[in-house]
């Protein structure tokens, strides 16, 4: 069985540090998917990471895939308030329709 | 920018009762999903749903549950006798295509409470 852990599950940083949220997974597959998702809202997607040594970057985000080491990291650098959201990783299954979702980090930055 | 749509946005009925959940995929995507997120808790997999079959479902999508095409735009989550446990917030999906290189774009979410 697929088992998708984050961690920390919550995060309260100052605005201008930098921090990184760990995503681990129990398969050898690729392809991983990060996510956003704001209070009562609905999820929007980050990033996808296809292949191992993948790296992808937007704003202060960049997400990047080990896939020997079944590990993705979600990196922020000089935080802002806006990036406060909860933040997801998802896994593909063997079966390629379906994602298994980590619990979460619910990321807090404090101006 | 083409978006999934769901609706209501919130749906509030008793024990017992049978609700349907109702959204719009983008419209020249053939994959369509259905997610659920227990309030504070991580989003859990429903069903896939593909040419007008199930391609995989969770063992959460019991007998209680079912998904329907019903034309060319909807594409529909029933629950027959929803439960307590039921009270979550559906999230629908689609892709282009099938596996996961392709991206799962998500509405905004239906919020079911059974009292």
């Known amino acids: 069985e697929l088992k998708v852990e984050q961690n920390p599950l919550f995060l309260s940083m100052q605005e201008g540090k930098n921090y990184t949220i760990y995503c681990n997974y129990s398969?050898?597959?690729?392809?991983l998917y990060w996510y956003r998702q704001d209070p009562g809202k609905s999820l929007e997607s980050l990033f996808v990471l296809l292949s191992n040594g993948a790296v992808k970057q937007e704003g202060r985000l960049m997400a990047s895939l080990d896939t020997k080491a079944r590990l993705s990291t979600l990196h922020i650098t000089a935080a802002v308030h806006d990036l406060s959201a909860t933040y997801f990783c998802?896994?593909?299954?063997?079966?390629?329709?379906?994602?298994?979702w980590g619990a979460g980090t619910k990321l807090i930055i404090k101006p | 920018e083409p978006e999934v749509t769901q609706t209501p946005s919130h749906q509030v009925t008793q024990m017992g009762q049978e609700v349907i959940l109702r959204c719009v995929p983008i419209s020249n995507h053939l994959y369509f999903y259905w997610y659920r997120q227990i309030l504070g808790q991580k989003v859990e997999f429903l069903v896939s749903?593909?040419?007008?079959?199930?391609?995989?479902k969770s063992e959460i999508f019991d007998d209680q549950f079912s998904v329907e095409r019903p034309d060319g735009s909807n594409f529909t989550l029933k629950i027959r006798s929803t439960k307590l446990e039921d009270s979550a917030m559906y999230f629908c999906a689609s892709s282009e295509a099938g596996g996961v290189f392709y991206e799962q774009y998500f509405g905004p979410g239906t919020r079911l409470t059974v009292t």
């Open positions: 398969t050898t597959s690729d392809r």
């Open positions: 998802a896994k593909a299954v063997d079966s390629n329709y379906q994602l298994i």
């Open positions: 749903f593909y040419n007008n079959e199930i391609s995989e």
